[in-house]
Structures are given as structure tokens and as C-alpha cells.
């Protein structure tokens, strides 16, 4: 059974800081990650893919990797209340096959004015 | 969300009552997903398509089918409605796991 996991929070955080959301995953074999936001009543939306171990950053957002430890994380700077959301991190299931990804069942970030 | 539509966005029907709900893309993806999202559960994956009339089943399929005779298209059938099968339903589309997916806006589904 694959499974990704993740804090479920909620994580409040003060305007202006970092945010830092994790996840780990069981299935070795994966080889992608993404982040998704979802406001409430609202689909998911990919906001960081990462395939490489290390960083990468795309804005105000950075996500991590590390494969040894099958760990990834997601950093907000200067978070604003806007960020408030539920952050859905998704793995590639291994093997190649066309059933894609799994999900956490996401973490629920709440930025304080 | 743009190249994607699903419908329709509510449905509120009886137990025991046959519902489709459609999904409708325009970006020639291969590959399209049935997902329903319940508080505790995150997103579960119903079925999947990676072509025209090539489905397989994801982890709740149970009292679920789905049929893809256009690329464009991706129906998703609950033959016999149940309470439990009150949820929201998402489709997603992608040209591979390694691209992530898009969502559409989901479809609120209700039965009583």
C-alpha cells in the first residue's frame, strides 16, 4: 500500500515568517513530487513539482527533497494570509504506470494577520 | 480551471438512482482520473483512462463505472446510489504522473 503522509494541522503561522510543511512517502520507487493548494471549496492546484534531490525554489516558494530519508517538504517566506489553504503533497507511484500519483491527506496552513 | 469542465457542479439525488457526472477537457491529454475527496480521506482515486475505451480501476471503484469513448470525454457512473457515496468528485487530467495533473472544479454530489 503506497501511502504519503502528512501532518494534518492545522499549522498557524504569523504573517511575514516561514511556513514549513513536510511529508514522507513508502514507495521508493517514486520518482516526482508536487505540491498542490487547495482553498476551501476549491479544487487542488499544482503550485511546485520536484524531481531532483535538493532544492528548488519558484518564487516565494521552496520545495525539498531528499530521497535517502523519502522526505519532502515545502517552504513559504514572507506567508501571507492569502496562503491561508490546505497544501496536498502527491508522490509518482513506481513501476510507470497510468494510475499517477498518491496523495497526503494534506496539511491545513493557517497565516495569521 | 481552464481545459477542463465538469458537470454538473451540484447533484443532489435519491438512493438507489443511477448519476453520471462528465468531464469534458480540451488539451488532447492522454490521461484522465476520477477522484472523490472526503474530510479524513484526502483524494481517492476511482478510475483512470489512459486512452480512448482503456480504463482500470483505482482504490474505490466499488459501485463505480466509467467509460471514455472520446479523448475529449471521461464519464463516471454511480449505478446505484448510495448515502455513502455522498462526496465531492474531482477530475483531473495529465499528460503523465511525471506532469502532475490539473483539476476540475469538482462536482458536490448529495444523496439522501
Known amino acids: 500500500q503506497k501511502e504519503v503522509e502528512q501532518n494534518s494541522g492545522p499549522l498557524s503561522v504569523p504573517e511575514g515568517a516561514i511556513a514549513s510543511l513536510n511529508c514522507t512517502y513508502s514507495?521508493?520507487?517514486?520518482?516526482?513530487f508536487f505540491w498542490y493548494r487547495q482553498y476551501s471549496g476549491k479544487s487542488p492546484e499544482l503550485i511546485m513539482s520536484?524531481?531532483?534531490?535538493g532544492d528548488k525554489e519558484d518564487g516565494r516558494f521552496t520545495a525539498q527533497l531528499n530521497k535517502a530519508s523519502q522526505y519532502v517538504s515545502l517552504l513559504i517566506r514572507d506567508s501571507q494570509p492569502s496562503d491561508s489553504a490546505t497544501y496536498l503533497c502527491?508522490?509518482?507511484?513506481?513501476?510507470?504506470?497510468?494510475?499517477?500519483?498518491?496523495f497526503g491527506k494534506g496539511t491545513h496552513l493557517i497565516i495569521q494577520p | 480551471d481552464a481545459g477542463i469542465t465538469q458537470s454538473p457542479r451540484h447533484k443532489v439525488t435519491e438512493t438507489g438512482t443511477p448519476v453520471t457526472l462528465r468531464c469534458h477537457q480540451t488539451?488532447?491529454?492522454?490521461?484522465m482520473y476520477w477522484y472523490r475527496q472526503d474530510p479524513g480521506h484526502g483524494l481517492r482515486l476511482i478510475h483512470y483512462?489512459?486512452?480512448?475505451?482503456?480504463?482500470d480501476k483505482g482504490e474505490v471503484s466499488d459501485g463505480y463505472s466509467v467509460s471514455r469513448s472520446k479523448t475529449e470525454d471521461f464519464l463516471l457512473t454511480l449505478e446505484s446510489a448510495t448515502s455513502s457515496q455522498t462526496s465531492v468528485y474531482f477530475c483531473?487530467?495529465?499528460?503523465?504522473?511525471?506532469?502532475?495533473?490539473?483539476f476540475g472544479s469538482g462536482t458536490r454530489l448529495t444523496v439522501v
Open positions: 483531473a487530467i495529465g499528460q503523465g504522473q511525471d506532469y502532475g495533473y490539473t
Open positions: 514507495d521508493r520507487g517514486s520518482q516526482s
Open positions: 488539451e488532447n491529454h492522454r490521461y
Open positions: 520536484i524531481y531532483s534531490n
Open positions: 502527491a508522490a509518482s507511484n513506481s513501476g510507470g504506470g497510468a494510475d499517477g500519483l498518491t
Open positions: 483512462s489512459y486512452g480512448v475505451k482503456d480504463t
